[in-house]
């Protein structure tokens, strides 16, 4: 299941980040544009996987898939969905630590 993950094409899209699956249902995760301080963060918030591809071992995969694109692209990431807060910065947290928003970084 994996290998459909890493040989899929990411797409961007204004608000979110998503890859084709081979029933043409698409993993979704979802951002906000936030400025500060002239500062553009991407705040992840929702990843979504279609019901039949539950349990099957597709978010992580996707998840690493979507940092590994806003880090080769230069994204500040704040993320508050529970999921990649949770279990994927739970794994990768030092990987993608260079590229981690958090609130102490910018004051208002």
């Given at each position: 299941?994996?290998q459909e993950i890493t040989e899929?094409?990411?797409?961007?899209?204004?608000?979110?980040?998503?890859?084709?699956?081979?029933?043409?249902?698409?993993?979704?995760?979802?951002?906000?544009l936030i400025k500060k301080h002239?500062?553009?963060?991407?705040?992840?918030?929702?990843?979504?996987?279609?019901?039949?591809?539950?349990g099957k071992g597709i978010a992580?995969?996707?998840?690493?898939?979507?940092?590994?694109?806003?880090?080769?692209?230069?994204?500040?990431?704040?993320?508050?969905?529970?999921?990649?807060?949770?279990?994927?910065?739970?794994?990768?947290?030092?990987?993608?630590?260079?590229?981690?928003?958090?609130?102490?970084?910018?004051?208002?």
């Amino acid at each position: 299941m994996s290998q459909e993950i890493t040989e899929s094409t990411l797409e961007k899209n204004k608000d979110n980040l998503r890859i084709k699956l081979q029933t043409g249902e698409y993993a979704i995760l979802n951002f906000d544009l936030i400025k500060k301080h002239h500062k553009t963060i991407h705040e992840f918030y929702h990843i979504e996987v279609p019901p039949s591809y539950r349990g099957k071992g597709i978010a992580m995969p996707f998840a690493k898939k979507c940092f590994d694109y806003a880090k080769e692209n230069g994204w500040t990431v704040k993320v508050t969905c529970p999921y990649l807060l949770e279990k994927f910065l739970g794994l990768y947290r030092n990987k993608y630590e260079d590229i981690l928003f958090e609130e102490e970084d910018i004051s208002d």
